[in-house]
């Protein structure tokens, strides 16, 4: 393999390691202001649109066979 395309694969790994974590972290940040009961509020509205982008993203890696595990499914239905 070539080294730039060494340095391709691993910003696609780096990238795919940020999505994830940026989606575990959204949902964190989600989950306490679920349990606060600020569903309706803009923070919480601006994280579930966040977290909508990263599942689409994530989804996108599964569909082109490049991460090993199903992109994850969303349970929220608020807004």
Known sequence: MRTDDQA?????????????????????RMDKLRA???EKTATFRQYWSNKMTCQYMLSMYQQYGLMEQPAPESRDKTV
């Open 8 to 28: 391709r694969l691993a910003a696609f790994e780096k990238m795919l390691a940020d999505v994830q974590a940026n989606y575990a972290e959204l949902n964190a």
């Open 36 to 38: 606060e009961k600020k």
